[in-house]
């Protein structure tokens, strides 16, 4: 299974700024994804970040609002813009590395943001 | 978008007693996969299934693949107090690299 790290691990921001959140993975792989878990909910996928070019995101969320970076198969940072209080979440970072015969999906400790 | 439905959303048990949850979907996935997850941590993989009808254990836990393909479902027997946290059924529409599809958690908490 992959190892995967991210940075800041929480964040209080205040209303109107933007924040980076870094994702580093042990090892090279494939697919990186990025999702969202707000207070109690589930995990919604927020976009596929691709190495060396635009990430593809899902209905619902925007390239302006959650601009993606992959420079290499090892690390992505996702960056919320604009925040307001709505945006209060953990932020998961996501791989799929390869366990035995097929792939999985393994997650990063998450980044918990609170916007105030 | 697809939709998992995963129930109990919650479940209150006593210490040694067995929990089953299961998941449905109204379309055919050919993965399904069981996280658990803790506080401040991200989902732990717990269980993947990759045929239908397969039943897979991990310890306490057993996981099956539906034969339709549409549901799933998760036991774990004998629960003691560090079974507490939150399962989350995922299933993948095509295998390979695709995203995963979740189902809203089911919330278990066992008193000792």
């Known amino acids: 299974s992959a190892v995967i790290s991210q940075k800041p691990s929480r964040d209080i921001c205040q209303r109107g700024t933007s924040l980076t959140i870094q994702c580093q993975v042990d090892?090279?792989?494939?697919?990186m994804f990025w999702y969202r878990q707000q207070p109690g909910q589930s995990l919604t996928l927020i976009a596929t970040a691709n190495q060396g070019s635009e990430a593809t995101y899902e209905s619902g969320f925007v390239i302006d609002k959650f601009p993606i970076s992959r420079p290499n198969l090892t690390f992505s940072t996702l960056t919320v813009s604009n925040m307001s209080p709505e945006d209060s979440s953990i932020y998961l970072c996501s791989v799929l590395g390869t366990s035995g015969v097929y792939n999985e999906q393994f997650f990063g400790p998450g980044t918990r943001l609170t916007v105030l | 978008g697809q939709q998992l439905n995963q129930s109990p959303q919650s479940m209150f048990i006593q210490e040694g007693e067995d929990v089953s949850m299961n998941c449905t979907s109204s379309?055919?996935?050919?993965?399904w996969l069981w996280y658990k997850q803790e506080p401040g941590e991200g989902p732990v993989l717990l269980i993947a299934l990759y045929k239908a009808g397969e039943l897979t254990s991990n310890g306490r836990l057993t996981a099956q693949f539906g034969i339709t393909r549409k549901d799933s479902f998760l036991n774990i027997s004998a629960s003691i107090p560090s079974d507490v946290g939150i399962y989350f059924c995922a299933g993948q529409l095509r295998r390979g690299n695709t995203p995963l599809v979740f189902g809203k958690g089911t919330r278990l908490s066992v008193i000792a």
């Open positions: 379309s055919i996935f050919n993965t």
């Open positions: 090892s090279q792989v494939t697919m």
